[in-house]
């Protein structure tokens, strides 16, 4: 928020965007995949594997802040910085990346990528592993601003969105009783065990 209120959208965009290298664009492609809903989808079922609460959890998390952040950005219809800006001479655009022109308030990716976090932070016996998934959320999120698919603001309400709105729903559907029961926290592979 500090950032934001000091620096304009152009100053931030542009202290990111001349920051680049060959290696850094292979690893933000990379970083940026794993904020897809493809990963997302991938992560649910391999948690069905082994617990159905768990792989709910997830998946209703995802879903519930998809939907979240697609209201919102069709509500608001923002322009992405390959539209933003009219002179595109002094920018500079990782090769291969497609990119969009709309909807660009907030980051989907983002919101997914702190979605995905708070839920693997939810999930950890060992708490240290919050900060592991933040930092992959972080690195997920800045990949949106160097591939010049969104804005500062853009993956700052995406990670606002993504963690509130799943603490909230976490807080809510895993405090229900029939959650907890065996059946639900069992998975595939401990059925075909028993």
Do not use: C
Not at 3 to 11: A, Q, T, V
Not at 13 to 24: C, I, M, P, S, T
Not at 78 to 98: C, E, M, Q, W
């Amino acid at each position: 928020m500090i950032i934001k209120l000091i620096y304009s959208r152009e100053d931030i965009y542009f202290a990111v965007n001349k920051h680049h290298n060959d290696f850094a664009d292979y690893f933000f492609i990379g970083a940026t995949a794993v904020g897809d809903g493809l990963f997302m989808l991938l992560v649910a079922i391999i948690l069905v594997l082994y617990s159905y609460r768990k792989a709910f959890l997830m998946a209703s998390s995802f879903l519930l802040t998809t939907v979240v952040a697609q209201v919102i950005k069709r509500i608001i219809r923002a322009p992405r910085p390959s539209l933003y800006f009219t002179d595109h001479n002094h920018i500079y655009y990782v090769k291969g990346v497609k990119l969009l022109s709309s909807n660009s308030f907030p980051s989907g990716h983002t919101v997914q990528a702190f979605t995905m976090a708070v839920v693997l932070a939810y999930f950890a016996r060992q708490k240290g592993w919050g900060f592991v998934y933040l930092l992959l959320a972080l690195f997920i999120g800045y990949s949106r601003m160097y591939l010049s698919e969104h804005f500062f603001e853009d993956v700052m309400a995406g990670s606002i969105i993504g963690t509130i709105t799943t603490i909230i729903w976490l807080t809510i559907i895993d405090s229900k009783p029939f959650i907890h029961t065996p059946k639900w926290n069992s998975g595939l592979l401990s059925k075909k065990k028993s």
